[in-house]
């Protein structure tokens, strides 16, 4: 009941929102979050950690193709949940200074994006884990289609064309598992009962992980992403860089590794270089460029590399890294993005060269902003530090190489973040920054609750951990258990 | 090893959390009424929480003497897939005496530093950060774990990046500071790896697991030498030692306290306590060993060269620095950890006095930092001349000064390994010696070289400034009782101290032997002086303007342009390299083969669409011919 | 009824091949033909000369195979061909109307 | 065949309406003849199978199914076409029978039991068609259509019927039970001549349904049509002619694969890859609705070639979809067209602007040609995907996939153009007609989407 | 002799369409298939389907052929058209209708056509048997064929009809 809930309330309250008034669009938006997040937090005191599966509803839906309407939540669905639920109402209050046109739709969008991505996290049947998939891309695609700055018309072609281009071939992978089993059923039960043959499993693997890589995005199919971030609003940003690809890394955990896991322990490997590399490749690029908002997407793909190559580990320490990372992410991407949002409404643009000096006047946003960059550098006690010690910890276990390439992040991430840092907040106040102000209580009021973020789950990432710690155990034991098996064969 | 505690646990606890506790609560306060609290009232609490950590730190030294260690276990910070990190401290023999030495000259730094940043706009901030400094180099020393160390690691470099780069408005100290940063992120991720390896080696991440599973298991030596590797080049990176040294120099632009307190007493030795700390992990690999010695040594020489030829106060004393850093290696890599470890608490005496001098120095001289306008300050500042001077003996190992017992200590140590190391560690000892007097000769001799305004206004400074200095100069000169050798019949207390954590090897040699060593370097140290004299005194050189400097003292003026070189090597060529990656691989190649897709398309679509020619007699053709085509196909199938 | 019996023997003389050869010669030339011609009206002359051959073949097979049903065919095939030249010659009086000619051609601006 | 009989009737009557000049009454008349037919096709189909008279028409699930959604969607046209002949209303009783006469055919299409009523049906669908194309009859382009229809339509049934001919010689009956058991009597040699009837007769189908090769005629025509009349093609023809394939394919030569299966295939994908291809560069909206209609017959075309019992509903499921989003597409064309003469895609830039709701509907029905979840046009795809790779016909699905996604990028261009900013167009007024068939469109365009059994427990 | 007359007949139908086929001038080209449907009809005599003879005469001879030559008349198209295509085009289509032929010949050569023996009394082609035929098996087609016709009518009326505007 919980998890329906949790997927209906956004999407209805965003349907909603198109029938109430215009003027006050934002705060209903806000309303529906916060319950949502109320919803969230209730789900979480009645969760337990060992449980399994919980809060499961299964009914038939399609008799003709033997597809079940079937939700449920463990350990890393609630995660999950819990990182889009925190994060929307903070993006919503983000965006209520800039006052984009026509709220009412803008903000009905973003709530049913959060539906839908709810509904991806908690879906345990792969054609509705597909419609949802699906379903969140729409109203992206709206969101930065028509509130989208420079070439926003092309670049979200690019955006949905190339991201649809993975998902299609996804679904021939959900269609040929679903034939293999009884009654084409697409139940997570079927799948992950399926005995595949070695060799398609490979097959599989590569149509699922075409998908994955694009949305997460894995280098070299990245390039849609920082054009994307760069154009769409920021909130559309925040969503994109925070929770949606966040779909991608949870699909690999929950949809990849149980059900071809001879194909992952045998071509696993090439997906963490490619990760690795693209950890190199982002962070290097990073450091060149001259827009700010660019330059965060860039570093956002670095990031996601390491967790990706994390994952691929397969390991406990992997699994539960990329978990502490997945949540650090979301947070520390949303403030990044903020930060980048507020420069913006000042310069009209986030061409580094035109900022500096602006600590002098605004002590408080240097503060928090400097809080923020160190998170994403993963200075210890903030929250990326744990979660970045497992990942470069599993992938080291797994090859030192690899996992070389993967911590150039560390090095090269100080190296970007710092010198951005530099040029746009210290040095002498130039002319344009003079008329600069301190931010006020609205932004405080989103990036304080991120700072604390930061430091609680920096402080306490065992929060996670724990709470993930039983259903990734699971996974791996599906994992062992085939490979095992399949090696006896 | 470790006894269990009689006394009252939970206030031993307390105290102990307290310890770090009241630097970060002086932080908080800091932070939360930024502005509401006066520069006097700020300046007082920030280095009152540091007293009183140093008063709680002498608490627990005295219940020490009961016990081996206390350990305090907060909460388990985060455990995953067998490796459980605990947010716990441990305070043993060795930890104690860093704590003492932290928070002792922190305090005492803390009170200078309200003199010295007297009128500075941002005094609070500044203390806030000092405060910060504190907590994390006390969590360094005190966490009972390697992660839980590497937590304050990070977090102290923070500190000096913050410190460095405190006056942001000056984009060149900026840029400073990033350079320090960044090369500490550089060790960082070195001492990481080596923890991994560590811990898939020991299955464990606490000093004492670790400690243990090396007397269990087998050791297996190329495993430990790389782990041990890989953790001497995050030491290196911390430590400024080659190659990664050059960051300290530049650091010289934050305020002089903070090159006393964090460049040069306190977290530039991290380094040195953490292998002190692991120092059976090191035993174990030979061969690291070895690799510090020659690196230590050669630091140590190499950056004494360079101080010799420096103008800028505090860039002689940041290079001497790194040159006594150096010989603290060295003095590990001959594995004599305590020696190294002596060696450090008295440098952290007297390189503070030093730095705070030169800051009173700097203070009188309203800013000037280069020693060529300086000159003749004995008259105009006398007390800081004297304890100028007092540090000047000790730093130069001139008996009886503290400096002295310890340098004698590593080189007898390094005569044990051979004589040659012994010469080594002479030279540059005497390098030391030769920078030390020309900057001594050519800033408090001779006749002033300031300008008429400056001299003018050059005065003392005040008690809040003069009081500091002459505790440490009390320091400086009784420090080296702490380990006097048997020779002079001292009982080696600290050695013995220590020996919970560092096992001691008490080898003997002939007291001739050594009278005779002691002999030697003494003469040696007193030649340099004469000769220095002589150069500054009696000649009344001037270090030439830095136009017609020639020859090698060229490039030893220019640092033996290393940061030309790294700036030639690395960074331009992977600034080209990834401006390459993005303008070319990302936007050309990768998404041009994305965009190009699509393009294709298109453009098939304009070439097929001439086929609907709009007649119809054209349609019925392609459809007669359709026919003949599925006719045909199916006919040969 | 016996003249038509002798007929019947006869024409059993001729084997029914000749018919459908004959018959696809008809059919491919009004091909040809609709291939070849611009001018409307033979164009349909050509779709009826198809027409025929295929009645042609439908009335041979179905007196061959003494199958009646064949020849009913030949009837709706000769029903829907009167239908479409009646539209045919309408629509071609119509397109006469407005365009003066009746080259098939003629009506070209639809296209790509 | 009752409800043939009262279409048919119905439309006579209207044309006698027509002569007493009571308009008015017309489309009440037709809409209850059509309510009465679908009235008496559920209600008088006992589940079972029955045959007429001979074995000539065949009632079954099949059929039903067909002739439900033939008889739906043409009412919807009928419903439209009332609005869009206000000014010419001389003819428009006589429009509404061509209309009923054309269904009629299309009902015989998807019933027949033999080869006659095959060609019978076929002509009695088409020929009101290339009436109804060429209706507009000052008007070039709809003269051309009707030619081009025409022309193409009469060379297609001379195949058609060459084919039957060559199967009646061998085979030696029109009844398709017993070509069925001839096919089954001599499975691997059939005569060549009765295997290249088949394939002529395919051949007609294929030209109906306007696949590529066939296809040249239906940008053409849709395009000249009145916008009215290219939906009814669109639509109810497309569903009369799948429905007469897939029952000829079914009926006869369905166990002599080799005869059918890889033609299927080899036209589906090249259907699949020219349509798409092609529709890109169009920048007309009524044309590229038309070659969006000849890439969707190549994801039927798909099904058909992995055929098996299941698939006709999926594909009807799939001709629904697609039929009510083309429909809903036309509409809006000519809503916009009519009142503004706009008639390009970059025409439609700021349509959001002033008139929400057809810019919304616009997006649904484009989502949905797009195969975007959670719309009908999706379930449609995966269903037909599903019945291909059951078949192993992993790389037809491949295919398919790819140019599917040509299909989105044109399918989005036109909705994200009519989203963007500008206001070009004024407000328009959406007449009542148009908003009921709008409003349905949409309500099943989701409904269906969202619960797909609603549908198959309609159709069987 | 029967074979003479077959031959005779054939030859003519084909003369005649080919005839039809390369006149420039229309009215020529209706005459001319005129001839071949005749001769197509001495070809049914011969089928032993007479009434299917008489029928072909009156539809197409009577009526179809007749409605060309009215429009013919009527337009005033006797005019020898001037547009033809080159003779490339005449070539493709001479290939396309060639080839197509030979498809479908080499399909009915490969296969034997059954040929039943006449019956003793063959009243196949008589106007009972396809009366009963008509109006029993077939009677549905029938009836719909006036279906088609309705619509043929309507379609002319619709297309040609003068409408009041422009009177």
Not at chain 4, 369 to 375: D, N, V
Request: glycine share 8%.
């Amino acid at each position: 009941m919980f998890t329906l809930l949790l997927i209906l309330l956004p999407i209805v309250a965003g349907l909603a929102l198109l029938v109430l008034p215009q003027n006050q669009a934002k705060q209903i938006a806000l309303i529906a979050a916060l319950a949502t997040l109320g919803l969230t937090v209730a789900t979480y005191l009645q969760f337990d950690a060992n449980g399994g599966m919980q809060f499961v509803m299964d009914y038939p839906w399609i008799d003709m193709l033997g597809i079940r309407f079937h939700i449920g939540m463990d350990g890393i669905s609630m995660l999950m949940i819990i990182l889009s639920n925190i994060l929307s109402p903070l993006i919503i209050v983000s965006s209520f200074k800039d006052n984009y046109t026509n709220p009412r739709l803008f903000y009905a969008l973003l709530l049913v994006m959060q539906g839908a991505m709810n509904g991806v996290f908690v879906s345990m049947d792969m054609f509705l884990y597909y419609i949802f998939w699906e379903l969140a891309l729409i109203p992206a695609y709206f969101l930065v289609l028509s509130w989208g700055r420079g070439e926003a018309a092309k670049v979200t072609f690019k955006f949905f064309i190339y991201t649809l281009f993975g998902s299609l071939f996804m679904l021939i992978a959900i269609i040929w598992l679903s034939v293999q089993g009884s009654s084409n059923s697409t139940d997570i039960a079927n799948i992950y009962a399926l005995q595949i043959p070695a060799e398609t499993q490979l097959y599989i693997f590569l149509a699922f992980m075409l998908a994955y890589a694009i949305k997460i995005p894995v280098f070299p199919f990245h390039t849609w992403q920082p054009d994307t971030y760069t154009f769409s609003p920021s909130p559309a940003t925040m969503l994109l860089g925070g929770v949606m690809l966040k779909m991608g890394l949870y699909s690999i955990i929950r949809w990849i590794i149980p059900v071809v896991p001879d194909a992952v322990n045998e071509y696993g490997k090439f997906v963490m270089i490619f990760a690795a590399v693209g950890v190199f490749y982002a962070s290097a690029i990073a450091w060149v460029q001259k827009d700010l908002k660019r330059l965060f997407a860039y570093s956002s793909i670095a990031h996601v590399g390491l967790i990706t190559a994390g994952i691929f580990t397969v390991t406990e320490m992997g699994l539960q890294g990329a978990m502490t990372q997945m949540l650090a992410h979301g947070v520390n991407v949303v403030g990044l993005f903020y930060v980048c949002q507020i420069l913006y409404r000042h310069y009209q643009s986030h061409d580094i060269a035109a900022m500096g000096g602006l600590r002098l006047k605004a002590p408080l946003f240097a503060g928090l902003f400097l809080v923020v960059m160190l998170a994403s550098v993963a200075l210890p006690l903030t929250n990326a530090f744990p979660g970045e010690f497992m990942l470069l910890n599993a992938v080291y276990a797994i090859n030192p190489w690899i996992c070389l390439f993967a911590g150039s992040g560390v090095i090269l991430g100080a190296v970007y973040m710092f010198t951005s840092y530099q040029k746009v907040m210290l040095g002498e106040l130039n002319t344009k920054a003079n008329t600069f102000t301190e931010i006020d209580s609205l932004d405080k009021w989103v990036l304080i609750p991120i700072v604390l973020l930061i430091f609680i789950f920096g402080l306490y990432p065992q929060f996670i951990t724990g709470l993930t710690e039983h259903s990734v155990q699971e996974i791996i034991n599906i994992y062992n258990t085939k490979i095992s098996g399949s090696i006896l064969k | 090893m470790v006894k269990p505690i009689n006394v009252n646990q939970n206030i031993l606890t307390i105290i102990t959390t307290l310890i770090p506790a009241l630097p970060l609560f002086g932080f908080f306060i800091h932070i939360f009424m930024k502005n509401k609290i006066s520069e006097k009232a700020a300046g007082f609490h920030a280095s009152a929480w540091i007293v009183l950590s140093f008063i709680l730190s002498l608490v627990l030294f005295f219940q020490l003497n009961t016990t081996d260690a206390i350990n305090i276990q907060l909460f388990d910070w985060f455990s995953v897939g067998g490796l459980t990190i605990p947010f716990a401290f441990q305070i043993d023999h060795l930890s104690i005496i860093m704590m003492m030495v932290i928070t002792g000259v922190g305090s005492l730094i803390h009170i200078y530093s309200i003199g010295y940043m007297h009128g500075d706009e941002g005094f609070n901030r500044f203390f806030s950060y000092l405060n910060l400094f504190v907590f994390f180099m006390l969590t360094l020393v005190m966490a009972n774990n390697y992660v839980l160390m590497f937590v304050g690691w990070e977090g102290v470099g923070l500190c000096s990046y913050l410190l460095i780069g405190f006056w942001f408005k000056n984009q060149e100290y900026n840029k400073a500071a990033n350079k320090a940063f960044i090369m500490n992120r550089i060790g960082d991720l070195a001492l990481l790896f080596g923890l991994f390896l560590l811990f898939q080696y020991a299955g464990t991440l606490t000093f004492n697991g670790v400690n243990e599973s090396l007397v269990k298991v087998v050791p297996d030596p190329q495993m430990l030498t790389i782990i041990t590797i890989l953790l001497f080049i995050g030491a290196c990176g911390k430590s400024a030692q080659l190659p990664l040294y050059t960051w300290l120099p530049d650091a010289m632009a934050g305020p002089t306290p903070v090159s006393a307190l964090i460049h040069a007493a306190t977290m530039v030795t991290a380094g040195i306590y953490m292998i002190v700390r692991s120092n059976i992990l090191f035993t174990l690999a030979p061969f690291t060993l070895e690799i510090i010695m020659i690196v230590g040594i050669v630091t140590a020489i190499f950056a004494g060269s360079i101080a010799l030829k420096q103008n800028d106060i505090k860039k002689i004393l940041a290079y001497s620095t790194v040159s006594q850093l150096g010989l603290m290696f060295f003095a590990i890599g001959v594995g004599a950890y305590e020696a190294a470890f002596f060696h450090l608490v008295t440098h952290a005496f007297f390189k503070a006095l030093l730095f705070l001098g030169a800051g009173s120095v700097i203070h009188g001289m309203s800013g000037e930092q280069d020693i060529r306008k300086m000159g003749g300050l004995e008259k105009n500042m006398k007390i800081t001349h004297w304890v100028f001077g007092f540090g000047v003996l000790a730093i130069m190992a001139v008996p009886p000064f503290s400096g002295f017992f310890s340098k004698d200590n590593i080189l007898v140590a390094a005569y044990h390994m051979s004589p040659l190391l012994w010469g080594l560690g002479l030279i540059a000892g005497l390098f030391t010696v030769a920078y030390m007097m020309r900057l001594y000769y050519v800033v408090f001799r001779g006749e002033g070289r300031m300008s008429a305004e400056v001299k003018s206004h050059i005065h003392e400074s005040p008690k809040v400034i003069t009081t500091p200095l002459i505790i440490l100069t009390v320091l400086a000169i009784f420090g080296g009782l702490l380990n006097v050798p048997h020779l002079f019949g001292g009982g080696k207390m600290m050695m013995h101290y220590l020996s919970p954590v560092v096992p001691m090897d008490e080898e003997h040699m002939p007291a001739a032997t050594e009278w005779m060593l002691m002999a030697i370097a003494s003469m040696a140290i007193v030649l340099t002086v004469v000769a220095m004299r002589v150069k500054y005194m009696e000649k009344k050189q001037v270090p030439e303007a830095d136009a017609n400097i020639k020859g090698f003292a060229k490039v030893l003026n220019h640092k033996y342009y290393v940061d030309e070189l790294y700036n030639a090597v690395i960074v331009k060529p992977l600034n080209i390299f990834s401006n390459f990656l993005y303008k070319i691989i990302d936007v050309q190649v990768i998404d041009g083969i994305v965009n190009g897709t699509g393009k294709f398309s298109t453009y098939c679509s304009t070439q097929l669409k001439n086929l609907q020619t709009g007649a119809v007699s054209f349609y019925l053709f392609a459809m007669a011919l359709g026919m003949v085509g599925i006719l045909l196909l199916i006919i040969l199938m | 009824m016996d003249n038509a019996v002798a007929l019947s023997e006869q024409m059993r003389a001729i084997p029914l091949q000749n018919f459908i050869m004959l018959s696809l010669i008809l059919f491919s030339i009004g091909v040809m033909g609709i291939l070849m011609r611009r001018n409307l009206i033979v164009v349909f002359l050509s779709i009826e000369l198809m027409l025929n051959a295929i009645n042609l073949m439908a009335a041979s097979f179905s007196s061959y195979h003494n199958d009646p049903q064949g020849q009913a065919f030949v009837f709706f095939i000769m029903v829907v061909a009167a239908a479409e030249v009646a539209i045919g010659l309408a629509m071609l009086v119509m397109i006469y109307r407005n365009t003066k000619s009746i080259d098939i051609n003629s009506l070209d601006k639809l296209k790509w | 065949m009752t409800s043939v009989i009262v279409l048919a009737a119905a439309g006579i009557a209207s044309m006698f309406v027509g002569v007493f000049n009571i308009k008015r009454l017309a489309l009440p008349l037709v809409l209850l003849a059509c309510l009465a037919a679908l009235g008496i096709v559920i209600f008088h189909y006992n589940g079972g199978y029955e045959s007429l008279l001979h074995n000539m028409l065949v009632f079954d699930a099949f059929s039903y199914g067909f002739n439900v959604i033939m008889i739906l969607l043409t009412m919807g046209i009928l419903v439209i076409s009332n609005f869009y002949y206000r000014n010419n209303i001389e003819h428009l009783s006589d429009i509404y029978a061509l209309f009923l006469f054309s269904l009629v055919g299309g009902i015989l299409l998807c019933s027949y039991n033999s080869l006659i009523m095959l060609f019978m049906g076929i002509e009695i669908l088409s020929i009101p068609l290339y009436i109804l194309a060429a209706s507009n009859r000052k008007n070039l382009f709809s003269n051309e259509a009707g030619l081009k229809y025409f022309l193409m339509g009469s060379f297609a049934s001379c195949f058609l019927l060459l084919g039957i001919t060559f199967i009646y010689g061998t085979a030696m009956s029109f009844d398709m039970g017993v070509i069925a058991q001839y096919v089954n009597d001599n499975q691997g040699n059939l005569s060549p001549m009765f295997i290249a009837g088949c394939v002529m007769i395919l051949g007609a189908f294929l030209f109906k349904v306007s696949a590529v090769p066939f296809h040249f005629w239906a940008p053409d025509v849709y395009q000249g049509s009145p916008t009215v009349i290219t939906a009814f093609m669109a639509t109810v023809v497309k569903v009369a002619a799948f429905g007469g394939l897939m029952r000829f394919i079914n009926g006869t030569i369905f166990p002599e694969t080799a005869i059918w299966q890889d033609l299927m295939g080899l036209i589906a994908i090249i259907t699949l890859i020219g349509g798409n291809i092609l529709a890109l560069y169009q920048t007309n909206l009524k044309r590229l609705l038309a070659y969006s209609g000849i890439a969707n017959a190549g994801y039927i075309l798909v099904a058909v070639a992995t055929m098996n019992e299941a698939t006709y509903a999926y594909v009807l499921y799939y001709l629904a979809a697609y039929g009510v989003g083309s429909m809903v597409a036309f509409t809006i064309y000519f809503i916009i067209k009519d009142q503004t003469g706009i008639d390009t895609i970059s025409g439609l830039k700021g349509l959001f602007a002033k008139n929400k709701f057809l810019a919304a509907v616009l997006a649904f029905a484009m989502l949905s040609l797009a195969g975007i979840p959670p719309l009908a046009g999706f379930f449609g795809k995966y269903a037909i995907f599903v019945n291909a790779i059951n078949a192993n016909e992993i790389w037809l699905v491949v295919v398919a996939i790819l140019t599917s996604l040509v299909g989105v990028y044109y399918y989005l261009r036109v909705m994200s153009t009519a989203m963007s900013s500008g206001d070009d167009i004024p407000t328009l007024d959406i007449h009542f007609s148009y908003k009921i068939v709008l409003v349905a469109g949409v309500i099943i365009l989701l409904l269906l989407g969202v619960m797909p059994d609603l549908f198959v427990d309609l159709i069987s | 002799m029967s074979q003479i007359f077959f031959y005779a007949l054939s030859a003519v139908a084909i003369a005649c369409s080919l005839l039809m086929l390369f006149q420039r001038n229309a009215m020529y080209s209706v005459l001319y298939l005129l001839v071949c449907f005749f001769s197509v009809a001495g070809l049914y005599i011969m089928l032993n389907a007479q009434f299917l003879a008489i029928v072909h005469i009156i539809v197409y001879a009577g009526a179809i052929m007749v409605l060309f030559l009215y429009v013919l008349m009527f337009l005033n198209l006797n005019t020898p058209s001037i547009f033809t295509k080159s003779n490339m085009l005449r070539l493709a289509a001479i290939l396309t209708g060639g080839s197509l032929f030979l498809l479908l010949f080499a399909a009915f050569y490969q296969t034997e056509l059954v040929q039943l023996p006449a019956p003793t009394v063959d009243t196949t082609g008589s106007v009972q048997t396809l009366g009963k035929v008509l109006f029993n098996e077939f009677l549905i087609p029938f009836e719909l064929s006036s279906v088609l016709f309705l619509s043929a009518m309507v379609g002319v009326i619709i297309m040609n009809k003068k409408d009041k505007s422009n009177g």
